[in-house]
């Protein structure tokens, strides 16, 4: 079985440049999930997908950051323009819905902001 | 709010040594406990988890007893390898939250031959 996949895996930008992170759930799983992930910290969920609706996107800086799933499956998440404190890992994760459940992590993308 | 609490890292340790990772949370109610391992370049993976007070998660030799008297859930194992060399987060599931995961700030793990 296919693990979640992201890509890029490493992404280097300009402050006020755009940049867009990409994820591949499982497959079957209706629940995505997307992390922030700062050195030496525990990921922080920025949003939660059920199937393609945002469910819980409370800590999502909306201003500048935007994510979309459509057709429930994929899903891209989005920041612009980017600045300096958003370097990070971002992880994306999956699971099945239901009181059985286990998040699947993909390997993330560093993202670095000069 | 719910929060995890790790002991801070790293923790340097010789093959076969004894190893503990310090965990406890604040929540209300009983919440699911887990431990994630995240090896270098790769996601983080669940490594064992307790879904009530007293039971115990185990997986690859290491173990954790969900103690709800004390809000811990250490992670131990007898003999580590160089291979165990990771960082381990500590999480935690709410009652109320979903499925929505609240993680501690992660601790290194470095295993000298």
């Known amino acids: 079985e296919a693990g979640v996949v992201q890509s890029p895996r490493y992404k280097i930008i300009e402050k006020k440049q755009p940049v867009a992170f990409w994820c591949n759930p499982i497959?079957?799983?209706?629940?995505l999930y997307w992390y922030l992930q700062n050195l030496g910290q525990g990921p922080e969920l920025l949003i939660r997908y059920e199937n393609e609706e945002a469910v819980d996107d409370s800590q999502l800086p909306k201003d500048r950051f935007s994510a979309e799933r459509l057709k429930g499956v994929d899903s891209t998440l989005k920041i612009q323009p980017a600045e300096l404190g958003d370097s990070a890992v971002y992880l994306c994760a999956s699971s099945v819905t239901g009181t059985s459940y286990e998040q699947y992590f993909g390997p993330g993308t560093r993202l670095t902001v000069t | 709010g719910d929060s995890v609490t790790q002991m801070e890292g790293p923790v340097t340790l010789s093959e076969e040594a004894f190893l503990t990772i310090n965990c406890t949370y604040t929540?209300?109610?009983?919440?699911?406990l887990f431990w994630y391992v995240q090896y270098p370049g790769e996601g983080l993976q669940l490594l064992l988890k307790a879904t009530k007070a007293d039971d115990k998660g185990s997986n690859k030799g290491f173990e954790a007893t969900y103690r709800k008297e004390t809000t811990s859930f250490h992670l131990e194992k007898g003999s580590v390898q160089v291979s165990d060399s990771a960082v381990y987060f500590c999480?935690?599931?709410?009652?109320?939250?979903?499925?929505?995961?609240?993680f501690g700030g992660g601790t290194r793990l470095m295993v000298k031959p």
């Open positions: 497959s079957g799983h209706n629940t």
């Open positions: 929540a209300t109610g009983y919440p699911s």
């Open positions: 999480a935690l599931r709410g009652m109320d939250a979903g499925n929505m995961l609240t």
